[in-house]
């Protein structure tokens, strides 16, 4: 059974950093990524990764948040630094086989809270 599992949410500062990690057993995924949904958002591409290390990310994060993945633990995670109030939002991790799939397997997300 394929699982995805967030960790690492919480409350913190504007300006703070956190680091979120995702674990999936199951399935080895090639591809995994970080979507977001904000209060009141929709919700939104954040980064990607791709075996072994083709990184992708939403414009409004570069310089703040970098993707990496531990294929040995199946693991993936997300760095974000200079947290600002507008990144509070639910985080979810997704995967997929390929690059020509849509993101078919979701965790049920971790919640970021921003404090200004």
């Known amino acids: 059974q394929v699982q995805l599992e967030e960790s690492g949410g919480g409350l913190v500062q504007a300006g703070g950093s956190l680091r979120l990690s995702c674990k999936a057993s199951?399935?080895?995924?090639?591809?995994m990524g970080w979507y977001r949904q904000g209060p009141g958002k929709q919700q939104e591409f954040v980064a990607s990764i791709e075996t072994p290390s083709r990184t992708n990310y939403a414009d409004s994060v570069k310089g703040r948040f970098t993707i990496s993945r531990d294929n040995s633990k199946n693991t993936m995670d997300l760095q974000i630094d200079s947290l600002e109030p507008d990144d509070t939002a639910v985080y979810y991790c997704a995967a997929k086989q390929s690059v020509w799939d849509t993101w078919k397997y979701w965790g049920k997300g971790t919640l970021v809270t921003v404090s200004s």
């Open positions: 199951g399935f080895f995924f090639p591809l």
